[in-house]
Structures are given as C-alpha cells and as structure tokens.
C-alpha cells in the first residue's frame, strides 16, 4: 500500500512540476537559512567542557560599590587581595587563578626572531582542574608555585614552531628576557568558548585560539608581568605602579574553583559571604556584601560570552522560515484542491479519508526530502560563507558534519508535513457527490 501511495506521488508531482519546484525552492531556502544559522548558534553555545562543567564555578566579590554595574553583578574578575582569599580557603576541591598576558619568546637562536605570543599565569591547579591534556611532560607542582619557580607549560603549536614538534621537556625558553625551564607540551586543548580566561583577557578573546605560554601565577607576580586586561574602580595605577595592582581596587584575576557537590557549593558561597562581611567591618567596603557564585554555563550568559548576533540570526532565520512556510501551504492548498474531482472520485469508489490524507501526507514528505536535498546544498555554501556576516575567530569554527546535514533532511520533511496538515485536511473534506456531480 506505501509502495502504491509513492508512486501517485511520483505521479503527481510529475504532473505539477511548477508547484513542486517551487515548494522544493522554498522548503530548500528557508531550511538552510535556519540551519547555517544553528551551526554558529552551537559553535558559540555550546559546552566547552562537558565532562566538568557542572562542578565548575566562577566565584565574585563586589569590591567596586552599588552603582557601578546597573545589573547589580558584582565585577566578573576578582582584585589581587580577594583572589588571595579565594587562593586561602580550602573548601574547593581545586581553585585557580588566572590573567593573561603577552610575551615576547625568544628561542635562543639567532636565525629565528623573537615571537610575540598571548598565554596565562595560573596556579598549578589550572590543569587538573580543566583537564588539560599533556603531549609530553606535566604541569608544575604546587611547591613550584609557591616557590616562584622559572617554569613554563607551552602549547602545541609553538613547540611544533620553536623544537618542530619534538619533546622539549627540560629544555630553556626566553620568555621577556628571562629563563624558563619547560616542564610540559600540552596536546590539543582549545575549548570553545574560550572560558577559562575570557574575563581577564577581554570579550573578545571568547572565540580565539588558547594562549601558547603557561607560567605559574606567583612566578608572573614576583617579576611584575603586567595583565594583558584590567577594571579598576578609582584610579588606575600608572606605569610601573605594580603596588597599585597588589594592593588597590584593580580587578584582573579570573578565579574559578572545583566544587563537585551541592553541600560544597553552598559552603562556598556561605564562606564568600563571610569574607565580604568581614571586608564591610574592617572598612574595605562601605556596602553590603554582595557576592555571587555562578556556574560555568550560567555565568556565561551572563558575560554575554555568546554574541547577540549569533542570537538574533537564529530569531531572524526562523521568522523566514515561517514566513516560507506560510507560502509553502498555500501552494500545498493549491495542489491538491486541483485534485478535488480526482479526490471526489476515489471517494466514491470507496477510498476513505484517511488513505487519501495518508497519499497526500506521503507526497508532502517526498516534496519535503527533495526540498531537504536542496537545503543540504544550500547549507554547505552558505556555512563557508559565514565570515561575510560572523566574526572571523567564529566563522572558522563552523563546521559541516553528518549530524548537521541529517538534521537539515530531518526538519525539511518534518515542516513539509507540518505545513502540509491544513491543506490535506481540506481537501479530504471535499463531499465526494458534489465533486462528482461537477466532474460529471
């Protein structure tokens, strides 16, 4: 019986090729628009460490004063006299803290120039804690941070530049004119987005490649490396005014903290507001404590780490979708009421309502697959041509896969069949004696 149901909808289409063609184009158009749009939606949405990101958490303390922020958010980085008590409690399972900064390679041989290249000053709980993968070596101890020791982890791409790919463990790198030894060559590690230290590398690092240079926190501190980022809330400390960034109301360290159960998250944020209370009564701050505790994903959004565009691309998309839709049922309405003395007839003969709808809901699946076909192809072209509206560090990122394409056939037959449900039901519900009556 499907078999049968197919081929009067091969048939059928054959006879209304314009009709078709015209639907398959709209189905095709509005599918794709909406499908490249979602390939930039999950790139930027998406969660850049599965595997921990419910356990993660991004700690903040209000150290700027009511007003200063509309939202009522506290700061998204954290001053160097508050992440030092985040660095004291021991209520995490790990924390780390994290700036970045720029710094000037030098290879230690003459035929290769000095490279400037973004990285970080962590803790050595940074690894651990984000699951950051080693090709050769390890990351630095936790005597070494607080020992300040000259060592270095550095990416993959700069040790295929500098060593071409070997394992350099135990081998000096230059790093602003100082020696450092390097301990560990991580493997692939590019989360995206960018979370770990967005806040302290500004907005727009979200989508761009992870730094190449890891140096421990307190080693960075102890030679005065100067935050590639800053928010003060008085004045800023001036050139080489390194006391400033110590001890003044300057935020610039991101501080992230390793809490894998609900009891742990509420003991932390009972202890942040401790510490802010405290802060209130040796008169740091004039103002309640206000402190917040997000995790990963939530604090995200609220950074606005997924650009508004990627959101209103989607809302766009699918309004043209609807709007394509809206066209595609009346030219549905128009097919098969054509077929109103053919519909009259077979009912007359005995077919019911429900075989002619379930031909007719065939035939709108069959012109929705083609339609699908089509907004596969449109979907290829148009996912290599999103650095024209997109962000170029997010644009590369956009990817076509199986599951993408799969999908892009999916909802073609599924809105097909969806705007095909109205004009189906009409055309069944043609009285078959008037039809045949008028045919005759």
Not at 50 to 77: C, I, W
Not at 158 to 179: C, P
Request: glycine share 10%; aromatic share 10%.
């Amino acid at each position: 019986m499907w078999g049968y149901y197919l081929r009067l909808a091969l048939r059928s289409s054959g006879r209304s090729r314009a009709l078709t063609w015209l639907v398959i184009v709209l189905i095709g158009c509005g599918v794709a628009t909406c499908m490249v749009c979602y390939a930039v939606f999950r790139v930027t949405t998406g969660d850049p460490i599965p595997s921990r990101s419910a356990r993660l958490f991004v700690p903040q303390v209000d150290n700027f004063g009511p007003g200063k922020y509309g939202s009522g958010e506290p700061p998204v980085t954290l001053s160097y006299t508050d992440a030092m008590a985040v660095a004291r409690s021991t209520l995490a399972e790990h924390h780390a803290l994290i700036y970045g900064a720029t710094w000037v390679v030098e290879p230690g041989d003459e035929r290769v120039q000095p490279i400037a290249t973004g990285g970080d000053a962590v803790t050595a709980d940074f690894f651990p804690m984000f699951a950051v993968p080693f090709a050769y070596g390890s990351a630095w101890t936790a005597s070494d941070d607080t020992g300040r020791a000259a060592v270095v982890v550095i990416g993959r791409k700069l040790n295929e530049r500098l060593f071409a790919g070997k394992n350099s463990v135990g081998r000096s790198l230059q790093l602003d004119g100082r020696a450092y030894r390097i301990v560990g060559v991580l493997d692939a590690f590019n989360p995206r987005p960018r979370f770990f230290d967005v806040a302290s590398q500004g907005p727009l690092s979200a989508f761009e490649d992870a730094g190449q240079v890891f140096v421990p926190f307190n080693r960075a501190i102890d030679v005065r490396k100067a935050p590639q980022y800053d928010y003060c809330s008085a004045v800023a400390p001036g050139a080489g005014d390194w006391q400033g960034y110590l001890h003044g109301e300057c935020n610039w360290i991101s501080a992230w903290v390793d809490l894998p159960t609900a009891a742990g998250v509420e003991r932390y944020r009972d202890y942040l507001q401790a510490y802010a209370a405290e802060q209130q009564r040796s008169g740091r701050f004039a103002w309640a404590p206000n402190v917040r505790l997000h995790g990963l994903m939530e604090w995200m959004s609220i950074i606005h780490v997924v650009p508004k565009v990627s959101s209103l691309s989607m809302l766009v998309s699918f309004s043209f979708l609807v709007v394509a839709l809206v066209n595609v049922i009346g030219l549905m309405l128009a097919r098969f009421m054509r077929r109103a003395p053919e519909i009259g007839v077979r009912r007359a003969l005995g077919a019911s309502k429900r075989a002619i709808g379930a031909q007719f809901l065939i035939e709108a699946a069959l012109v929705g697959a083609a339609g699908g076909v089509f907004g596969v192809i449109l979907t290829m072209l148009g996912t290599w041509g999103v650095d024209g509206l997109f962000e170029s560090g997010i644009a590369r990122l956009v990817r076509i896969d199986a599951g993408l394409l799969a999908l892009t056939l999916l909802v073609a037959v599924m809105v097909t069949v969806l705007a095909a449900i109205y004009p189906v039901w009409r055309a069944t519900a043609i009285q078959p004696g008037w039809q045949v009556k008028i045919n005759g």
